[in-house]
């Protein structure tokens, strides 16, 4: 069966720290991932999505990066956190035109 | 500028009753539209997907119409339970490339 990992659940950081959060994939090939962001009573932004290996596009500049090392690995990172940079991540899978997937979440305080 | 909008920010119904939630959108040509259900603290759970061509979908106490003209969706929860309490999210594709934007959800809460 497909299923979605993400982890951790909750994460508290320092302003200026590094980080890491990872999303994995398991039962689907070659799928889009998309890591989304939701602030507190907000809808969910778009931060970045990929089609393929390396393949990354950028929706929303600013100071976070994301990588796809694997086919079902997606990687979202940033050097130094702001304190804008709080929120709940989010990642999601999809393949062709059908409903997301989305992962458990991660609930990140930059502090 | 592109816009999602869902009606009001909250719905009180009792149960038994239709809830009835709105999606409009603006500057968007849309071949699909999607509903998602949202508990706190949680992902998004995927509920229904309407296609451009099409009027109404429906899955079980579910259905979705889909207006391109109005460029509108309706969301009707029927026979509602307090289980149905969550936020909803209407989703949309840009022009058929896999990418969704999301409204910022109506949240409903059925009292017994």
């Known amino acids: 069966s497909q299923t979605i990992h993400q982890w951790p659940a909750t994460l508290v950081q320092p302003v200026g720290s590094p980080l890491s959060l990872e999303c994995t994939v398991e039962?689907?090939?070659?799928?889009?991932l998309y890591w989304y962001r939701q602030a507190a009573g907000r809808g969910l932004q778009l931060l970045f999505y990929?089609?393929?290996?390396?393949?990354i596009s950028s929706e929303v500049p600013q100071n976070l990066s994301a990588s796809r090392p694997q086919d079902r690995q997606f990687i979202l990172s940033s050097k130094k956190l702001l304190l804008s940079d709080s929120g709940f991540y989010l990642c999601?899978?999809?393949?062709?035109?059908?409903?997301?997937?989305f992962g458990s979440g991660t609930r990140l305080t930059v502090v | 500028s592109q816009k999602i909008e869902q009606n009001s920010e909250a719905l009180n119904i009792q149960e038994g009753k239709t809830a009835t939630l709105t999606c409009n959108y603006t500057?968007?040509?849309?071949?699909?539209l999607q509903w998602y259900r949202q508990d706190p603290g949680r992902g998004p759970v995927f509920l229904l997907l309407?296609?451009?061509?099409?009027k109404e979908k429906r899955k079980e106490r579910l259905k979705v119409t889909f207006d391109t003209t109005l460029k509108q969706s309706l969301f009707h929860i029927t026979a509602s339970q307090p289980a149905d309490s969550a936020t909803y999210l209407c989703?949309?594709?840009?022009?058929?490339?896999?990418?969704?934007?999301f409204g910022a959800g109506t949240t409903v809460t059925v009292r017994a």
């Open positions: 999601a899978w999809s393949v062709k035109v059908n409903g997301y997937t």
């Open positions: 039962g689907t090939s070659n799928p889009n």
């Open positions: 990929s089609v393929g290996i390396g393949q």
């Open positions: 500057n968007y040509s849309p071949a699909y």
């Open positions: 309407i296609r451009e061509n099409e």
């Open positions: 989703a949309l594709d840009g022009s058929n490339d896999y990418k969704l934007s």
